[in-house]
């Protein structure tokens, strides 16, 4: 059983960046691919980032590559997203989830609730 608790949202001018953090419980954290999704309001929740169970192998979506960086802290039961270069249409609640795939949205095995982020203009 894993546990995944995100923090680190909150609200930021366009441009800004935002660390977000999801932190594990559990023993089976480091055997997991790490995932960050996220749902705008009234659209569908779309895969954002992962992030392999070592941390050496990372996966982006496009609309993120190159301003989003995703990492991994297997001695602190930890994934974070650093946000850079942020853009009103990153605005969402992210969720990290834990599975055996990236992006596999439909077969992660742990979901956190969310953590808001919101980019103003």
């Known amino acids: 059983q894993v546990q995944l608790v995100e923090s680190g949202g909150g609200l930021m001018q366009a441009g800004g960046s935002l660390r977000l953090s999801c932190a594990a419980s559990g023993r089976a954290f480091s055997s997991y691919v790490m995932n960050w999704f996220r749902q705008a309001p009234g659209k569908e929740r779309e895969f954002v980032a992962a992030?392999?169970?070592?941390?050496?192998?990372?996966v982006y979506a496009d609309s993120v590559k190159g301003r989003f960086t995703v990492s991994r802290d297997n001695a602190k039961n930890t994934v974070y997203l650093q946000m850079n270069s942020l853009k009103p249409e990153d605005t969402a609640v992210y969720y990290c989830?834990?599975?055996?795939?990236?992006?596999?949205?439909?077969?992660?095995?742990?979901w956190g609730k969310g953590t808001l982020v919101t980019v103003s203009s």
């Open positions: 992030v392999s169970s070592g941390g050496g192998s990372t």
């Open positions: 989830a834990a599975g055996r795939k990236v992006a596999d949205r439909d077969g992660m095995a742990y």
